[in-house]
C-alpha cells in the first residue's frame, strides 16, 4: 500500500471512531472533534498526500475549516438572533397572537407555529425556538390544553422551516458553500425554495394535526413552579419629573398603566393614600406602592420608557459605583440569613446598596404582605429581596454572609427599548441576502456589529451566544471532508454507492442517499452528516450521470430530517427539558416524520429535476 492508501485507510478509521464517540456521547463533542483534528493532521504529516493539481496536503488545510465563510456567517446569524431574543424585538406580535386565541380550540397554537415556520426559514431555528417556547406555553394554558402537546410541534416545525432557504439552517449555508468550493454547483437565497416548501408542508400537515395526538400530556416544568412563580413582590415607584406615570389618573379605582402590578398605597408627602383611588392624579414627588410578580417588575424595568429606576437608591444616598448600563441590568432573588445584619433594618437602614452596588426592587414576605412603603418594612430572616444590579455585581453576592443568593433566579432584563433597532437590523441582513446585492457572509457580519454597536447586544452576550460545539463539530467535519476528498476517500465511497446500485434508475439512487443521511443525521450533528457526505453526493451525481444540485439538495434536505432523536438537533434537546419528554417519545412522533420526508421527497425529487 502506498502513503494515499494508507491515508485513506486511517481516515476512514478516524471518521468511524469520530461516530462513535459522537454517538456514545462518553466525552465532550468539543474533545471529540479536536482530537479527530488532531489525528487528521498526525496521519498526513506521517503519509504525505498530493491532491490532483501536485500541492501537498498541509496542516493549514485542516484547520482552514475553522475559518470557513459560511461557519462564520452561522456564528453571526446566532449572534443577530440572541440581539432579536435579549430585546424582546417579537414580544408584541407574540402577545397580540395569545390574545387572539383566547377561547378558542387547542388548534389555536397552529397560527403560531406557522409563523415559527416562516420565521425559521430566515433565521437560526434555536433563538426562534427559545423565543416561541414561553409563548407555546401561554397559548396551552389558554386553551386548556397540555403544553406538552405542543412543544415538540414547536421545534419540528422550526426544523422543518429552516430546509427551505438558503439562511435557514446552518446545514443548508455549510453545504452550498462546500459544494461550491468544490463543484460548479452554485446555490442562492431560494434555489431550493420551492421542493422544500412542499416537502416542508407535507411534513407540517403531519406536525400540526397528527403528531399532537400521539404525543402524552406530561406535567411540565412550568406547571410544577406555577405555585411559586405567582409570588408577590412589595416595590415601590417613585414618581419624578418625566416620568411615563406623570398625570396618570385612576380609573375605577386602579391604575391602567400599572395593571399588571397592585397598587396598595401612594405616598403623597406625610399623606397616605389608601385604595380605592378615586380621581387620584399621580404627580412629581408622589411613591406608589405596589405588589407585584417579578416578571411585572422586570418588565417595568425593560420598558423603553422605564416605570423603575436602577441609577440610584430613592433615599438621597447616591450611587458608589458606576451606574447600571442600560440594558445590561440582572434580576436575581436573595434571602435574609439567620442571624444577618439586615435583621431589624429598614433598606436605608442597612447600607445594602451602598456595600453591594445592588438595588433592592421588592421584599416579599410569605407570612403577610405589610402595607407601608418598601424603604420602611424592617427586614426578617426570610425575607426574599428582589435585587437588581450588574452581573459581576450579582456574582459578588455569593460572598456576602448577610444574603443568601439563589443562583438559579439570575436573569438579565430584556432590552427592549432596543426591539426596533434589532428588527431593522434583522430586516437590513435578511433582505440584502434574499437580493443576493452583498454575500451572506458580508451581511451576517456588519448584523453582528451593528446589534453590538446600537446596544441591543454587549460583548459578553454576543460570545455567549457563540455555541463552541458548533464551531469545533463543524471545524472537525469540514478538515474530514478534506481528508476524504485529498485522498480520494469520497470519490471511493460514490463509486461504491454506484457500484451496489448499479442498473438502479437515478430516481432510486437518489431516494437512497437520502435514507442514509437522513438515518445518519439523527444520530450525529446534522452538519457533521451534511459536511462528510457534500463530496459523496456531488461524486455520486458525476457517476450516474446527473444534475449534482438535485444531489445537493437532496443532502440538504436529508440532513435536517433530524426528528427520530432528541439528540439529532439542538431544539429539540431545547424542549426536551420542559415538556419532559423521554427518548421514547421522539422516537414515536419522529420516525414517522422521517419516513413522511424521505417518501415525499423519493416522488417529487425526479418530477422537479426531471430525472
Not at 448600563?325 to 451602598?354: H, K
Not at 446585492?437 to 446600537?454: E, Q, R, W
Request: proline fraction near 6%; glycine fraction near 8%; aromatic fraction near 8%.
Amino acid at each position: 500500500m502506498d502513503s494515499v492508501e494508507i491515508a485513506m485507510a486511517l481516515t476512514f478509521v478516524v471518521i468511524a471512531s469520530t461516530v462513535v464517540l459522537y454517538a456514545l456521547e462518553r466525552y465532550a463533542i468539543e474533545t471529540v472533534a479536536l482530537g479527530s483534528v488532531t489525528a487528521f493532521i498526525v496521519i498526513f504529516y506521517v503519509f504525505p498526500v498530493e491532491t490532483p493539481d501536485g500541492r501537498t496536503i498541509q496542516t493549514g488545510d485542516f484547520l482552514a475549516g475553522f475559518a470557513n465563510p459560511a461557519l462564520i456567517t452561522v456564528i453571526c446569524l446566532l449572534i443577530i438572533g440572541q440581539g432579536l431574543f435579549q430585546t424582546d424585538a417579537l414580544e408584541g406580535p407574540a402577545k397580540s397572537i395569545v390574545r387572539m386565541t383566547r377561547g378558542r380550540s387547542h388548534r389555536a397554537a397552529i397560527p403560531i407555529l406557522i409563523v415559527v415556520g416562516v420565521l425559521s426559514a430566515f433565521l437560526n431555528n434555536t433563538p426562534v425556538v427559545v423565543m416561541f417556547l414561553p409563548i407555546l406555553t401561554a397559548v396551552a394554558a389558554t386553551v386548556g390544553q397540555s403544553p406538552a402537546r405542543l412543544l415538540m410541534p414547536l421545534s419540528f416545525i422550526a426544523i422543518l422551516g429552516g430546509m427551505t432557504t438558503l439562511i435557514g439552517s446552518s446545514t443548508n449555508l455549510l453545504v452550498a458553500n462546500y459544494a461550491a468550493q468544490i463543484s460548479d454547483v452554485r446555490l442562492s437565497f431560494f434555489s431550493f425554495t420551492p421542493i422544500g416548501l412542499i416537502v416542508a408542508s407535507v411534513g407540517a400537515v403531519y406536525v400540526l394535526f397528527v403528531m399532537p395526538r400521539l404525543l402524552r400530556s406530561r406535567k411540565t416544568m412550568a406547571e410544577e413552579l406555577q405555585v411559586t412563580s405567582g409570588k408577590q413582590f412589595i416595590a415601590q415607584i417613585e414618581i419624578t419629573y418625566g416620568h411615563p406615570l406623570v398625570g396618570v389618573e385612576s380609573v375605577s379605582g386602579m391604575f391602567p398603566k400599572l395593571k399588571d402590578m397592585t397598587v396598595r398605597l401612594v405616598q403623597r408627602g406625610q399623606k397616605p393614600i389608601l385604595p380605592p383611588f378615586e380621581n387620584v392624579v399621580l404627580s412629581p414627588g408622589d411613591t406608589v406602592i405596589v405588589a407585584a410578580t417579578r416578571t411585572a417588575l422586570a418588565n417595568a424595568l425593560a420598558r423603553r420608557q422605564p416605570l423603575m429606576e436602577t441609577e440610584g437608591d430613592g433615599n438621597g444616598s447616591g450611587r458608589e459605583t458606576a451606574p447600571i448600563q442600560a440594558g445590561s441590568i440582572s434580576l436575581a432573588e436573595v434571602v435574609v440569613a439567620p442571624a444577618s445584619r439586615l435583621m431589624g433594618r429598614t433598606l436605608p437602614q442597612s447600607g445594602f446598596y451602598s456595600e453591594t452596588g445592588c438595588l433592592v426592587m421588592g421584599i416579599q414576605r410569605r407570612s403577610r404582605m405589610p402595607r407601608m412603603a418598601m424603604n420602611d418594612i424592617r427586614m426578617e430572616a426570610g425575607d426574599v429581596l428582589l435585587v437588581a444590579g450588574s452581573e459581576s455585581e450579582i456574582g459578588r453576592l455569593r460572598g456576602n454572609r448577610d444574603v443568601l443568593l439563589l443562583d438559579w433566579s439570575t436573569a438579565e432584563v430584556p432590552r427592549k427599548r432596543y426591539a426596533p433597532h434589532a428588527l431593522a437590523i434583522f430586516a437590513c441582513v435578511v433582505a440584502l441576502a434574499a437580493t443576493g446585492l452583498v454575500p451572506i457572509v458580508a451581511t451576517a457580519v456588519a448584523g453582528t456589529f451593528a446589534m453590538i454597536v446600537s446596544g441591543c447586544l454587549n460583548i459578553r452576550q454576543a460570545m455567549r451566544a457563540i455555541d463552541s460545539r458548533i464551531f469545533m463539530l463543524v471545524g472537525a467535519s469540514l478538515a474530514g471532508a478534506v481528508a476524504l476528498e485529498g485522498t480520494g476517500g469520497a470519490a471511493a465511497i460514490a463509486s461504491g454507492l454506484a457500484h451496489v446500485l448499479n442498473g438502479a434508475p437515478p430516481p432510486v439512487i437518489l431516494s437512497a442517499l437520502f435514507f442514509i443521511v437522513m438515518v445518519l443525521t439523527n444520530f450525529l450533528s446534522n452538519n457533521a452528516a451534511a459536511v462528510l457526505f457534500t463530496p459523496v453526493a456531488i461524486n455520486l451525481a458525476n457517476e450516474v450521470g446527473q444534475r449534482p444540485d438535485a444531489f445537493v439538495v437532496c443532502l440538504i434536505i436529508a440532513a435536517n430530517s433530524s426528528f427520530a432523536t432528541p439528540v439529532g438537533y439542538q431544539t429539540n434537546l431545547i424542549v426536551m427539558g420542559p415538556g419532559h419528554y423521554r427518548f421514547n417519545d421522539f422516537v414515536l412522533a419522529g420516525t414517522p416524520l422521517t419516513l413522511i420526508l424521505w417518501l415525499t421527497f423519493s416522488l417529487v425529487a425526479p418530477w422537479y429535476y426531471g430525472l
